[in-house]
T-cell receptor
């Protein structure tokens, strides 16, 4: 089984500042990793995913994440945030031969002007 | 394509009542799943299906039933609602390994009194 820990429950940040959301996972098998975003009162939208290959993954809306196998981490970054990035962000993991996703508890990002 | 659709958007039940949350997708996805979202706990898998006629339990299956008679539909049944089932429910679908839960529905907010 896999599990995910998101190390920050809330991250306040000023507009145009960089942001990093931390995600650690545990698994005994090869994994696929995902970041989802949830805007207020909406469903989840996939930001990016790591399946294999390059450890630096680029996603939508200027986000990127880096897979670090030795540290079992998959941190999400954006160099310059906008007010519209205010949302909740979820890290998720699945085994590479498993359909099931395990989610972290989420990180709420609040961008202030 | 409509993607993943869920009905109703909001429902209030009394303790002991039963109801069915509907989920449909028009992308011919084999894999479908149900999650519940509770504050501070991320999303937890209730039940999932890897194809018509095949279902299995997730992390929190108690109090819920599912069936998958067609590829398109995956209803979730609450047999006897309890206040602990107050939550937001999301349905998701995907093609297969490596893309679990890639497409999420808009969610159903359920309040059990």
């Amino acid at each position: 089984a896999q599990s995910v820990t998101q190390l920050d429950s809330q991250v306040p940040v000023f507009e145009e500042a960089p942001v990093e959301l931390r995600c650690n996972y545990s698994s005994s098998v090869s994994v696929y990793l995902f970041w989802y975003v949830q805007y207020p009162n909406q469903g989840l939208q996939l930001l990016l995913k790591y399946l294999s290959g390059s450890t630096l993954v680029k996603g939508i809306n200027g986000f990127e994440a880096e897979f670090n196998k030795s540290q079992t981490s998959f941190h999400l970054r954006k160099p310059s945030v906008h007010i519209s990035d205010t949302a909740e962000y979820f890290c998720a993991v699945s085994g590479s031969n498993d359909y099931k996703l395990s989610f972290g508890a989420g990180t709420t990002v609040t961008v202030r002007a | 394509n409509a993607g993943v659709t869920q009905t109703p958007k909001f429902q209030v039940l009394k303790t002991g009542q039963s109801m069915t949350l509907q989920c449909a997708q028009d992308m011919n996805h084999e894999y479908m799943s149900w999650y519940r979202q509770d504050p501070g706990m991320g999303l937890r898998l209730i039940h999932y299906s890897v194809g018509a006629g095949i279902t299995d339990q997730g992390e929190v299956p108690n109090g819920y039933n599912v069936s998958r008679s067609t590829t398109e539909d995956f209803p979730l049944r609450l047999l006897s609602a309890a206040p602990s089932q107050t939550s937001v429910y999301f349905c998701a679908s995907s093609y297969g390994f490596g893309t679990p839960g890639q497409y999420f529905g808009p969610g159903t907010r359920l309040l059990v009194l």
